[in-house]
C-alpha cells in the first residue's frame, strides 16, 4: 500500500494494510501541537488526547481525533472552565495545565489521575470529564494513598 492509494477513500483505508506495515492515516485537518507526557484514550470512534508538556511547559488542552474521517478539534473549549473550592478552602481549577498524568475510561467519562501542573499538590487529584454532558469536576476521595 503506497501513499497515493491512502488518499482514494478515506473512510476505506484501512481495508488495504499490510500485516507489519506502519502507514499515516489521511488527516483531513490540522494537527494539534506536538507534545510528550499526555495522556491518550479511545472512547467510542474518538481518541482523547489529554494535556501533556511542550517545550518544558504543562498544557491544558484535550484533542479530539475523530477516528472514522481523521479530522482533529478541540474538547477545551467545550469544557467550562471553572474553579472548585476544595475542602481546606483553596480554589482549584479543574482542568489545569497538566502532564505525567494517566487516565482511565469507564463508559463515557474520563477519569484524568495525578499528574504534574505549576502548582503541585500533596495529595492525587482525580479529575471528572464527562464526555456526554460536558461537564467535568474534581472528585473528592478518601483514605490512604497507595505505596509506590
Known sequence: ???EDVNED????Y???VDN???EPPISSSLP???YKHAAAVVGEKL???GGSR???HISDIQVLDLTDFTWSSLRSSIEQKRVELENGSMQEVFPAISGHDVIVWGKKLFVLGGQQKKNAEHVTVRLIDLETMQCGILETTGKLPVA
Open 1 to 3: 500500500m503506497g501513499t
Open 55 to 57: 517545550n518544558g511547559r
Open 15 to 17: 481495508s488495504k494494510l
Open 33 to 35: 501541537p506536538g507534545r
Open 21 to 23: 506495515q506502519w502507514v
Open 48 to 50: 482523547y488526547v489529554l
Open 10 to 13: 478515506p473512510g476505506s483505508w
